[in-house]
């Protein structure tokens, strides 16, 4: 078992910057690949939008093309967390953001849906203002 706890949302302006975070417990953290989804509000039937990917180590990610050069997502082993920079944010990247853990070894074409994924953060709001 795996716990996570999202954090770092909060209310900007457009063109600003969040760096949200993702603390995890339990199970070794490293022998998950993880992720960032969000869900826009008031869409909460539809399924959660893949944000970006990390693999195990660290030395790969993918983006969804919306994020992709605005975002960043990493990781620290060693602190058990994860983490996503967002950088020039519009009001349509508003939204509650959800981390999730999945399975080491993840086939590209999987890692954007969130069958996916076996663990997920409570989730964090982030709202950009025009």
């Known amino acids: 078992q795996v716990q996570m706890v999202d954090s770092g949302g909060g209310l900007v302006q457009a063109g600003a910057s969040l760096r949200l975070s993702c603390a995890a417990s339990?199970?070794?953290?490293?022998?998950?690949?993880m992720a960032w989804f969000r869900q826009t509000p008031g869409k909460e039937g539809k399924e959660r939008e893949f944000v970006a990917h990390i693999n195990w180590s660290g030395s790969s990610t993918y983006y969804a093309d919306s994020v992709k050069g605005r975002f960043t997502i990493s990781r620290d082993n060693a602190k058990n967390t994860a983490s996503l920079q967002m950088n020039s944010l519009n009001p349509e990247d508003t939204a509650v953001y959800f981390c999730?853990?999945?399975?080491?070894?993840?086939?590209?074409?999987?890692?954007?849906?969130?069958?996916?994924?076996?663990?997920w953060g409570q989730g964090t709001q982030v709202t950009v203002s025009s």
């Open positions: 339990g199970r070794t953290f490293s022998i998950y690949a």
């Open positions: 999730a853990a999945g399975p080491r070894f993840t086939a590209i074409s999987a890692i954007n849906r969130p069958e996916t994924y076996n663990y």
